[in-house]
Nanobody
Framework: QVQVVESGGGLVQTGGSLRLSCRTS?????VGWFRQAPGRVREFVVG??????NYAASLKDRFTIDRDFAKNTVYLHMQNLKAEDTAIYYC????????????????????WGPGTQVTVSS
């Protein structure tokens, strides 16, 4: 069992930046970020496959993921935030390494955090 906890959410103005953190209780293999805006289904943001990061096409120019294996922590750096980025951001961990084509499938992730709220105000 892997525990997942997100942090770093908050209120930011349009054009601002935030860094979200995702810490796992043990070493996870593939890790992904998903988000859910009010009234919308949860959507893929970015995931780390065994070959590296895979981003949602609409976000790759503004969002960056990196990882500190020593701290069992994955970071999501978000820049030039827009109102439509307002959502609850969820981190998820998989018990195995996923292929690049799998990391956008939330069903492949067994362990989920409670989420962290990001609100972008205009």
């Amino acid at each position: 069992q892997v525990q997942v906890v997100e942090s770093g959410g908050g209120l930011v103005q349009t054009g601002g930046s935030l860094r979200l953190s995702c810490r796992t209780s043990g070493r996870a293999s593939s890790v992904g970020w998903f988000r859910q805006a009010p009234g919308r289904v949860r959507e893929f943001v970015v995931g780390i496959s065994w070959t590296g990061p895979n981003y949602a096409a609409s976000l790759k120019d503004r969002f960056t993921i990196d990882r500190d294996f020593a701290k069992n922590t994955v970071y999501l750096h978000m820049q030039n935030l827009k109102a439509e980025d307002t959502a609850i951001y969820y981190c998820a961990a998989a018990p195995r390494w996923l292929r690049q084509t799998e990391v956008n499938d939330e069903g492949k992730f067994a362990y989920w955090g409670p989420g962290t709220q990001v609100t972008v105000s205009s």
